[in-house]
């Protein structure tokens, strides 16, 4: 059998072109084909069960799993958290009533004395003032509040108190998966987070309220809570739960603090027991948890959605990593499924990638660790390639995925350092208190005094009217305690 071929030169060409790109087709779903096969295992997807109908890994049980550990219905806040803040602290792509019954709580109604934002209380009273706990600027002494501020928190009365009970439970978790299962981890919603936020800054404006009033004890009770809110939310299994609980939630509670043991509201005893409820709370806790089982399912997920997702969804993640979870433009439908992404050997550069940052976030000292996970961000950044030519590549899409860990450190360490100068401004309080003059040195006074980022004592000068305590600062030169932005950690999430 003979094939006969157009005798002009030109459609020969323009068939042997066809034929050619025809195989390049054929070769390149072969490899596409070859590159979507997902191994199970330690080095691939970390976790092998439990799986889904399809085979793959169920990244959100896992995590729901582990993070809802030792829960119970009764040490559990997010029920009187979730009863007090109402529905706008639900996930608006759940069912109405999914994650209330997973809790084992009764429905939360659309209308009832449910906490309301400054905002919405300006709004349904025609106001116009500025609150000042909207502020991002530490409180100074004496502090005047607004008559709209005074009514909102006033109003916000029951919510309050609802979340003050919750604070005394000593676990904290909201399942994600209220009936609708998400596509993917990035799909999740976390709405509690910002009504969080904005609840702990009422009860902040109500502990001023009473300081001013000379409710001790109110206070007391109102910063406490401020502050047992953030450990709460601090056991979220994502690093946005952290970030917020860090600061603004734990480091506004501490400006309190600090306001206060400047106020001369407070008796020695008053101050002294402030402190020691302080440093019995204990520090806010590591983010390596959050980044093992969190975040690393989180990368691991999007590159397992990517090799098992038809070619709609498909392209719908590979855009939404490239353009830094924006809804901007990105490749076609079509386009997808010929894109060659090495999923598996993403996965385990991934895993190796998220290793080593846990390795370096161990290390002894603030500058160990932030030499160590800036080194790593650098090593990351060095592989990294353009946006679009990366996804070929196994170091594709850690660069995009990935937190900067140095500032994340220097956001950890600068909450731990803001309570540790609430509980010393304290005692130095007591101590005036109780001798009419600040001490000579910090060695009278039985607190640690260690500045957590030079790793040796705060630098305590005593003045004619006064002291200064001092840190170095995450810069690690003589300049006081700075935060980290949000953005500068979640790059791809600034808006």
């Not at 997010?78 to 809790?103: F, H, S, Y």
């Not at 109003?155 to 009970?165: C, G, Q």
């Not at 506004?252 to 019995?280: F, I």
Request: overall charge negative.
């Amino acid at each position: 059998m003979s094939v006969l071929l157009p005798r002009r030169r030109l459609a020969r060409a323009a068939i042997y072109i066809f034929c050619l790109f025809l195989v390049l087709i054929a070769t390149d779903l072969i490899l596409v084909r070859i590159r979507n096969v997902v191994h199970p295992g330690y080095d691939t997807t970390r976790i092998t069960s439990p799986t889904l109908p399809d085979g793959s890994v169920d990244y959100l049980t896992a995590a729901e799993d582990y993070f809802g550990r030792g829960v119970t219905k009764e040490n559990n806040a997010a029920q009187l958290i979730i009863e007090a803040l109402g529905r706008a602290a639900l996930p608006k792509n759940q069912p109405p009533d999914g994650v209330t019954d997973r809790l084992g709580m009764t429905h939360v109604p659309e209308q009832g004395d449910h906490f309301v934002t400054y905002e919405d209380y300006c709004h349904d009273h025609s106001i116009s003032e500025e609150n000042e706990f909207d502020a991002d600027k530490p409180l100074q002494w004496p502090v005047t509040l607004s008559a709209s501020t005074v009514q909102w928190v006033n109003a916000n009365e029951k919510p309050l108190a609802l979340i003050a009970e919750a604070t005394r439970r000593p676990r904290f978790f909201i399942p994600w998966n209220g009936g609708y299962r998400p596509e993917m981890l990035a799909e999740i919603l976390l709405p509690h987070v910002g009504r969080m936020r904005l609840a702990s800054r009422a009860i902040l404006a109500r502990s001023v309220m009473r300081l001013e009033a000379g409710d001790i004890s109110g206070f007391e009770d109102d910063v406490l809570t401020a502050h047992r809110m953030a450990r709460l939310l601090d056991q979220g299994p994502t690093l946005i739960e952290k970030l917020v609980a860090m600061g603004p939630m734990e480091t506004d509670a501490c400006h309190v603090d600090r306001m206060a043991a400047a106020s001369g509201k407070l008796t020695a005893e008053q101050a002294r027991s402030l402190a020691n409820k302080l440093e019995s709370l204990g520090e806010l806790t590591s983010y390596a948890r959050d980044i093992d089982h969190g975040e690393r399912y989180f990368v691991l997920d999007i590159m397992q959605t990517i090799a098992h997702g038809a070619s709609d969804r498909r392209a719908r993640v590979i855009n939404t990593v490239l353009n830094g979870f924006r809804d901007d433009t990105g490749i076609p439908q079509w386009v997808a499924p010929f894109l060659p992404i090495p999923c598996e050997d993403t996965m385990r550069v991934a895993n190796a990638n998220i290793d080593g940052l846990l390795i370096a976030s161990t290390q002894r000292t603030y500058a160990e660790r932030s030499s160590a996970l800036n080194a790593w961000h650098d090593n990351i950044q060095a592989r990294s390639q353009s946006k679009w030519l990366g996804m070929f590549s196994a170091d594709w899409p850690d660069s995009a995925l990935l937190p900067r860990p140095a500032r994340l450190e220097t956001r950890l360490t600068s909450a731990r350092m803001e309570c540790r100068f609430a509980i010393i401004e304290l005692m130095l309080a007591a101590y005036k208190s109780d001798h009419g003059v600040f001490p000579e040195n910090l060695d009278d006074l039985s607190v640690d005094s260690t500045d957590l980022f030079a790793d040796q004592p705060l630098t305590y000068t005593l003045h004619k009217n006064g002291y200064e305590l001092r840190s170095v600062g995450p810069d690690l030169e003589d300049a006081s305690t700075v935060h980290a932005d949000f953005d500068e950690i979640f790059p791809q999430l600034a808006r």
